[in-house]
T-cell receptor, first 110, second 113 residues
C-alpha cells in the first residue's frame, strides 16, 4: 500500500512556464513534507519542505502548497528552466520515518 | 547541510559475492539511514544505522543480507551479502540532524552479473 503517491510519472513543460508537480498521501500522522530533485547518476538533492502547520512555503522559484484536508501537496516551479529537468520525489515524514513517492520525471523544453 | 561521501561510487560485482559500501560525513550527525533505489523505482528505506548498537531494519530487509555498522557519528557501512542480480540498485546513505530533513550522498551504483 503506497502511503505517498505521485500519479504523474512524467511531465513536460515549456521553458519559462510553470511546472506543477503533485503528490498525495494517505497517512494522517505525517506532519512534515519534502521535495527532492534527482539528476541521473547523482543522489537526491533536498529542494524545499513544509510543516503540516503551514499551507505554503516559498523559496525562490519553488513554492510548495499543502492541503491537509485533501492530503495533497504540490510543488510549483516558476519560471521553469531546462536545468530543472530531473526526477522529483515527494516525501513525507512522521517522526524519523521518511516515506518517498515513486517520482515524477520533469522535462523542461527549450 | 554536510558533505556526504560514499565509496564505491560504482561497481560491477559477481553473483554470490559481497560488497561493503562506506558512508563518511564531514560532521557529526544524529541520524544515518541506508536507502535503496531499484531501477525505475522509488527510494526504499533499508535500515536506520544506530551508533553503537544494531541497526533497525525495515520490513523485508534482514541483517544477514544487509549487515550495517555505525562505529561513530560520522561513519557507517552497508554490506550487500551473497549478491544476486536482483540486488542491482543504487544504494544511498542519508543523514539528518533535527529529524525534519534528511540529505543524501551521491549514491553507490551496483550491478550484479
Amino acid at each position: 500500500d503506497q502511503q505517498v503517491k505521485q500519479n504523474s510519472p512524467s511531465l513536460s513543460v515549456q521553458e519559462g512556464r510553470i511546472s506543477i508537480l503533485n503528490c498525495d498521501y494517505t497517512n494522517s500522522m505525517f506532519d512534515y513534507f519534502l521535495w527532492y530533485k534527482k539528476y541521473p547518476a547523482e543522489g537526491p538533492t533536498f529542494l524545499i519542505s513544509i510543516s503540516s502547520i503551514k499551507d505554503k512555503n516559498e523559496d525562490g522559484r519553488f513554492t510548495v502548497f499543502l492541503n491537509k484536508s485533501a492530503k495533497h501537496l504540490s510543488l510549483h516551479i516558476v519560471p521553469s528552466q531546462p536545468g530543472d529537468s530531473a526526477v522529483y520525489f515527494c516525501a513525507a515524514s512522521g517522526g524519523q520515518n521518511f516515506v518517498f513517492g515513486p517520482g515524477t520525471r520533469l522535462s523542461v523544453l527549450p | 547541510s554536510a558533505v556526504i561521501s560514499q565509496k564505491p561510487s560504482r561497481d560491477i560485482c559477481q553473483r554470490g559475492t559481497s560488497l561493503t559500501i562506506q558512508c563518511q560525513v564531514d560532521s557529526q550527525v544524529t541520524m544515518m539511514f541506508w536507502y535503496r533505489q531499484q531501477p525505475g523505482q522509488s527510494l526504499t528505506l533499508i535500515a536506520t544505522a544506530n551508533q553503537g548498537s544494531e541497526a533497525t531494519y525495515e520490513s523485508g530487509f534482514v541483517i544477514d543480507k544487509f549487515p550495517i555498522s555505525r562505529p561513530n557519528l560520522t561513519f557507517s557501512t552497508l554490506t550487500v551479502s551473497n549478491m544476486s542480480p536482483e540486488d542491482s540498485s543504487i544504494y544511498l546513505c542519508s543523514v539528518g540532524w533535527t529529524g525534519n530533513t534528511i540529505y543524501f550522498g551521491e549514491g553507490s551504483w551496483l550491478t550484479v552479473v
